[in-house]
Protein backbone atom coordinates (compact mmCIF):
# COMPACT_ATOMS: atom_id res chain seq x y z
CA UNK A 1 0.00 0.00 0.00
CA UNK A 2 1.95 3.30 -1.21
CA UNK A 3 0.24 6.43 -0.22
CA UNK A 4 1.60 9.48 -2.71
CA UNK A 5 1.58 13.13 -0.82
CA UNK A 6 -0.52 15.46 -3.41
CA UNK A 7 2.60 17.87 -2.91
CA UNK A 8 4.30 15.34 -4.61
CA UNK A 9 2.49 16.22 -7.53
CA UNK A 10 1.96 19.67 -7.27
CA UNK A 11 4.99 21.16 -5.00
CA UNK A 12 4.21 24.65 -3.23
CA UNK A 13 6.79 26.55 -4.84
CA UNK A 14 5.06 26.03 -7.91
CA UNK A 15 2.30 27.54 -9.84
CA UNK A 16 1.15 23.58 -10.47
CA UNK A 17 -0.17 23.86 -14.26
CA UNK A 18 -1.14 20.55 -15.55
CA UNK A 19 1.75 20.11 -17.73
CA UNK A 20 3.98 20.86 -14.16
CA UNK A 21 1.77 18.20 -12.28
CA UNK A 22 2.30 15.80 -15.11
CA UNK A 23 5.92 16.24 -15.34
CA UNK A 24 6.19 15.53 -11.29
CA UNK A 25 3.65 12.84 -11.31
CA UNK A 26 6.30 10.82 -13.94
CA UNK A 27 8.81 11.56 -11.78
CA UNK A 28 7.69 10.17 -8.82
CA UNK A 29 6.35 6.94 -10.84
CA UNK A 30 10.17 6.51 -11.59
CA UNK A 31 10.39 5.39 -6.99
CA UNK A 32 7.07 3.48 -7.85
CA UNK A 33 8.76 1.31 -10.80
CA UNK A 34 10.89 0.13 -8.06
CA UNK A 35 8.36 -1.86 -6.33
CA UNK A 36 7.43 -3.12 -10.41
CA UNK A 37 10.72 -4.61 -10.61
CA UNK A 38 10.48 -6.38 -7.36
CA UNK A 39 7.20 -7.79 -8.38
CA UNK A 40 5.13 -6.60 -5.51
CA UNK A 41 1.71 -6.22 -5.58
CA UNK A 42 0.38 -2.79 -5.38
CA UNK A 43 -2.11 -0.18 -4.65
CA UNK A 44 -1.44 3.42 -4.68
CA UNK A 45 -4.09 5.72 -3.05
CA UNK A 46 -2.46 10.09 -2.86
CA UNK A 47 -3.13 13.49 -1.53
CA UNK A 48 -5.08 15.92 -3.23
CA UNK A 49 -4.48 19.25 -1.21
CA UNK A 50 -3.29 21.46 -3.26
CA UNK A 51 -5.75 20.48 -6.37
CA UNK A 52 -9.39 20.14 -4.59
CA UNK A 53 -8.83 23.54 -3.29
CA UNK A 54 -7.71 24.95 -6.41
CA UNK A 55 -10.73 23.42 -8.05
CA UNK A 56 -12.53 24.17 -5.31
CA UNK A 57 -11.33 28.29 -5.77
CA UNK A 58 -12.05 27.76 -9.83
CA UNK A 59 -15.97 27.49 -8.56
CA UNK A 60 -15.94 30.30 -6.39
CA UNK A 61 -14.63 32.51 -9.10
CA UNK A 62 -17.13 31.72 -11.82
CA UNK A 63 -20.39 30.83 -9.42
CA UNK A 64 -22.10 33.68 -11.12
CA UNK A 65 -21.62 32.52 -14.76
CA UNK A 66 -21.47 28.76 -14.17
CA UNK A 67 -23.55 26.75 -10.86
CA UNK A 68 -20.87 25.68 -8.69
CA UNK A 69 -20.01 22.10 -7.15
CA UNK A 70 -19.90 21.41 -3.78
CA UNK A 71 -16.77 20.21 -1.90
CA UNK A 72 -17.22 16.31 -2.08
CA UNK A 73 -17.73 16.54 -5.93
CA UNK A 74 -14.97 18.22 -6.03
CA UNK A 75 -12.82 15.62 -4.10
CA UNK A 76 -14.59 12.97 -6.54
CA UNK A 77 -12.94 15.26 -9.70
CA UNK A 78 -9.62 15.57 -8.71
CA UNK A 79 -9.61 11.72 -7.37
CA UNK A 80 -10.36 10.93 -10.91
CA UNK A 81 -8.06 13.59 -12.73
CA UNK A 82 -5.24 13.20 -10.42
CA UNK A 83 -5.85 9.09 -11.01
CA UNK A 84 -5.81 9.19 -15.09
CA UNK A 85 -2.20 10.99 -14.73
CA UNK A 86 -0.78 8.45 -12.47
CA UNK A 87 -2.73 5.79 -14.30
CA UNK A 88 -1.27 6.78 -17.84
CA UNK A 89 1.80 7.70 -16.63
CA UNK A 90 2.41 4.29 -15.05
CA UNK A 91 0.84 2.37 -17.91
CA UNK A 92 3.66 4.24 -20.08
CA UNK A 93 6.44 3.41 -17.67
CA UNK A 94 5.52 -0.49 -17.94
CA UNK A 95 5.21 -0.50 -21.83
CA UNK A 96 8.58 1.20 -22.29
CA UNK A 97 9.81 -1.50 -19.83
CA UNK A 98 7.70 -4.47 -21.28
CA UNK A 99 6.18 -5.36 -18.38
CA UNK A 100 2.69 -6.57 -18.93
CA UNK A 101 0.29 -5.22 -16.18
CA UNK A 102 -2.80 -3.60 -16.08
CA UNK A 103 -3.27 -0.11 -14.31
CA UNK A 104 -7.03 0.64 -12.91
CA UNK A 105 -8.36 4.21 -11.19
CA UNK A 106 -11.22 3.07 -8.93
CA UNK A 107 -13.34 6.31 -7.74
CA UNK A 108 -13.63 4.98 -3.76
CA UNK A 109 -16.03 6.54 -1.26
CA UNK A 110 -15.11 7.01 2.05
CA UNK A 111 -17.64 6.50 5.06
CA UNK A 112 -17.53 8.85 7.78
CA UNK A 113 -19.73 9.69 10.61
CA UNK A 114 -21.70 12.89 9.77
CA UNK A 115 -21.63 14.12 13.32
CA UNK A 116 -17.74 13.64 13.52
CA UNK A 117 -16.72 16.93 15.55
CA UNK A 118 -14.06 17.91 13.47
CA UNK A 119 -17.15 18.76 10.98
CA UNK A 120 -18.02 21.84 12.58
CA UNK A 121 -13.99 22.93 13.56
CA UNK A 122 -12.32 22.73 9.61
CA UNK A 123 -8.80 21.99 10.23
CA UNK A 124 -7.73 20.09 6.76
CA UNK A 125 -5.39 23.19 4.47
CA UNK A 126 -6.08 22.80 0.88
CA UNK A 127 -5.33 24.75 -2.01
CA UNK A 128 -2.91 27.79 -2.49
CA UNK A 129 -0.51 29.81 0.18
CA UNK A 130 -1.74 33.24 1.25
CA UNK A 131 -0.15 36.26 2.79
CA UNK A 132 -2.23 36.79 6.33
CA UNK A 133 -3.58 39.83 4.08
CA UNK A 134 -4.62 38.09 1.41
CA UNK A 135 -5.87 35.21 3.25
CA UNK A 136 -8.39 37.30 5.39
CA UNK A 137 -9.89 39.02 1.84
CA UNK A 138 -10.43 35.51 1.07
CA UNK A 139 -12.15 34.39 3.66
CA UNK A 140 -14.45 37.54 3.86
CA UNK A 141 -15.05 37.26 0.13
CA UNK A 142 -15.80 33.84 -0.34
CA UNK A 143 -16.91 32.56 3.70
CA UNK A 144 -13.98 30.40 4.04
CA UNK A 145 -11.90 29.76 6.90
CA UNK A 146 -8.13 30.04 6.94
CA UNK A 147 -5.15 29.29 9.37
CA UNK A 148 -1.82 29.93 9.59
CA UNK A 149 0.23 26.42 8.87
CA UNK A 150 3.32 27.67 8.74
CA UNK A 151 4.93 31.35 9.93
CA UNK A 152 3.56 33.65 7.68
CA UNK A 153 1.95 30.68 4.93
CA UNK A 154 -2.22 31.14 5.71
CA UNK A 155 -4.33 28.66 3.26
CA UNK A 156 -8.00 27.43 3.07
CA UNK A 157 -8.81 24.64 6.13
CA UNK A 158 -12.17 22.55 5.52
CA UNK A 159 -13.62 19.80 7.56
CA UNK A 160 -12.10 16.19 7.75
CA UNK A 161 -13.54 13.63 9.73
CA UNK A 162 -12.24 9.92 10.47
CA UNK A 163 -12.45 7.78 7.77
CA UNK A 164 -14.36 4.55 9.23
CA UNK A 165 -14.55 2.38 6.18
CA UNK A 166 -13.63 2.08 2.55
CA UNK A 167 -16.38 1.12 -0.20
CA UNK A 168 -15.27 -1.70 -2.80
CA UNK A 169 -12.74 -3.23 -0.96
CA UNK A 170 -13.45 -6.76 -2.02
CA UNK A 171 -12.52 -5.31 -5.53
CA UNK A 172 -9.85 -3.74 -4.54
CA UNK A 173 -8.11 -6.68 -3.06
CA UNK A 174 -9.34 -8.74 -5.86
CA UNK A 175 -7.97 -7.18 -8.53
CA UNK A 176 -4.46 -6.26 -6.12
CA UNK A 177 -4.18 -9.81 -5.31
CA UNK A 178 -4.24 -10.83 -9.40
CA UNK A 179 -1.42 -8.32 -9.96
CA UNK A 180 -3.37 -5.66 -11.02
CA UNK A 181 -1.89 -1.79 -9.94
CA UNK A 182 -4.73 0.04 -8.67
CA UNK A 183 -5.40 3.58 -7.38
CA UNK A 184 -7.99 3.55 -5.22
CA UNK A 185 -9.39 6.01 -2.58
CA UNK A 186 -7.54 9.23 -4.27
CA UNK A 187 -7.48 12.33 -1.95
CA UNK A 188 -8.91 9.96 1.40
CA UNK A 189 -12.08 9.06 -0.70
CA UNK A 190 -14.91 11.06 -1.32
CA UNK A 191 -16.59 11.58 1.93
CA UNK A 192 -19.89 10.07 2.54
CA UNK A 193 -22.49 8.47 4.93
CA UNK A 194 -25.89 6.39 5.41
CA UNK A 195 -28.43 9.03 5.72
CA UNK A 196 -31.60 7.80 8.05
CA UNK A 197 -33.27 6.07 4.76
CA UNK A 198 -30.53 3.82 4.62
CA UNK A 199 -28.66 5.51 1.42
CA UNK A 200 -24.94 6.65 0.63
CA UNK A 201 -25.06 10.62 0.45
CA UNK A 202 -21.90 12.97 -0.34
CA UNK A 203 -20.42 15.01 2.63
CA UNK A 204 -18.45 17.99 2.07
CA UNK A 205 -15.23 17.56 3.71
CA UNK A 206 -12.22 16.25 2.83
CA UNK A 207 -10.68 12.82 4.69
CA UNK A 208 -6.72 12.53 5.51
CA UNK A 209 -5.23 10.19 2.32
CA UNK A 210 -2.71 8.50 5.14
CA UNK A 211 -5.33 7.98 7.77
CA UNK A 212 -7.32 6.14 4.48
CA UNK A 213 -4.50 4.40 2.79
CA UNK A 214 -3.65 2.60 6.42
CA UNK A 215 -7.41 1.54 6.66
CA UNK A 216 -7.41 0.69 3.18
CA UNK A 217 -4.16 -1.39 3.72
CA UNK A 218 -5.91 -3.38 6.13
CA UNK A 219 -9.02 -3.79 3.81
CA UNK A 220 -6.99 -5.44 1.51
CA UNK A 221 -4.81 -7.12 4.15
CA UNK A 222 -1.40 -5.54 3.20
CA UNK A 223 2.02 -6.23 4.43
CA UNK A 224 3.40 -3.11 4.12
CA UNK A 225 2.40 0.77 4.16
CA UNK A 226 4.84 3.22 2.51
CA UNK A 227 3.89 6.79 3.10
CA UNK A 228 5.62 9.13 0.53
CA UNK A 229 6.41 12.87 1.34
CA UNK A 230 9.03 15.27 1.26
CA UNK A 231 11.01 14.62 3.39
CA UNK A 232 13.89 11.45 3.33
CA UNK A 233 13.15 10.99 7.34
CA UNK A 234 10.83 11.14 10.60
CA UNK A 235 12.69 14.18 13.14
CA UNK A 236 12.17 14.97 16.47
CA UNK A 237 12.57 17.86 16.87
CA UNK A 238 11.92 18.94 13.52
CA UNK A 239 12.86 22.37 12.98
CA UNK A 240 15.45 22.87 16.13
CA UNK A 241 19.22 22.89 16.56
CA UNK A 242 18.55 19.52 18.55
CA UNK A 243 16.38 17.93 15.78
CA UNK A 244 17.35 14.00 15.05
CA UNK A 245 16.38 11.60 12.31
CA UNK A 246 14.53 8.65 12.72
CA UNK A 247 15.82 5.37 11.28
CA UNK A 248 14.07 2.17 12.60
CA UNK A 249 12.09 2.55 15.37
CA UNK A 250 9.43 0.11 16.89
CA UNK A 251 5.58 0.88 17.52
CA UNK A 252 6.20 1.42 21.44
CA UNK A 253 9.11 4.32 20.46
CA UNK A 254 6.93 5.75 17.92
CA UNK A 255 3.92 5.84 20.03
CA UNK A 256 6.40 7.27 22.89
CA UNK A 257 7.40 10.63 20.58
CA UNK A 258 3.76 10.92 19.65
CA UNK A 259 2.68 11.43 23.05
CA UNK A 260 5.43 13.78 23.65
CA UNK A 261 4.72 16.48 20.95
CA UNK A 262 7.08 15.54 18.47
CA UNK A 263 4.50 15.47 15.28
CA UNK A 264 2.20 18.04 14.65
CA UNK A 265 -1.12 18.00 13.66
CA UNK A 266 -1.00 19.12 10.44
CA UNK A 267 1.72 17.33 9.06
CA UNK A 268 3.70 13.99 10.57
CA UNK A 269 1.03 13.59 13.41
CA UNK A 270 -1.14 11.86 10.77
CA UNK A 271 1.26 9.94 9.54
CA UNK A 272 2.17 8.18 12.95
CA UNK A 273 -1.33 8.25 13.43
CA UNK A 274 -1.73 5.82 10.29
CA UNK A 275 1.62 4.03 11.31
CA UNK A 276 0.21 3.09 14.73
CA UNK A 277 -3.01 1.82 12.75
CA UNK A 278 -1.84 0.03 10.25
CA UNK A 279 1.19 -1.72 12.41
CA UNK A 280 -2.07 -2.50 15.04
CA UNK A 281 -3.93 -4.97 12.44
CA UNK A 282 -1.66 -7.32 10.76
CA UNK A 283 1.20 -5.01 8.85
CA UNK A 284 4.31 -5.98 9.36
CA UNK A 285 6.42 -2.38 8.35
CA UNK A 286 5.73 0.95 7.69
CA UNK A 287 8.36 3.12 5.86
CA UNK A 288 7.94 7.45 5.66
CA UNK A 289 10.30 8.49 3.43
CA UNK A 290 10.64 11.29 -0.03
CA UNK A 291 10.28 9.78 -3.26
CA UNK A 292 14.52 10.01 -3.70
CA UNK A 293 14.72 7.89 -0.78
CA UNK A 294 12.63 4.89 -2.14
CA UNK A 295 14.91 2.68 -3.55
CA UNK A 296 17.65 2.80 -0.44
CA UNK A 297 14.67 2.52 2.24
CA UNK A 298 13.46 -1.06 0.11
CA UNK A 299 17.19 -2.32 1.40
CA UNK A 300 16.24 -1.12 5.15
CA UNK A 301 18.93 1.93 4.30
CA UNK A 302 16.82 5.55 4.23
CA UNK A 303 13.42 6.47 5.23
CA UNK A 304 11.95 5.84 9.37
CA UNK A 305 11.29 1.92 9.24
CA UNK A 306 8.54 1.23 11.82
CA UNK A 307 7.69 -1.99 12.96
CA UNK A 308 5.88 -3.97 15.74
Known amino acids: MIALGGNALSPKDEAGTIYQQF ?23 HGNGPQVGDELFRMELTQSDVPPLPLGVCVA ?8 MIQQSLQNALKEKTIDR ?41 NWTVKEQNEGEWRQ ?17 TLVDNGIIVIASGGGGIPAYWNENGNLEG ?12 LLGRVIKANELWIITDVDRVCLNYGMDNEEALSKITVSEAKQYYGEGHFQAGSMGPKIHAALYFLKYHGDKVVITSIEGVKEAINDNNGTIIRN
Open 77 to 84: ETQGSIGY
Open 157 to 173: VVPSPLPQYIEHGKSIQ
Open 203 to 214: LDAVVDKDLSAA
Open 23 to 45: AHTRESLEAIMHFVNLDYNLCLT
Open 102 to 142: EVVTLITQTIVDADDPTIKNPSKFIGQRFSKDEAVKMAEKF
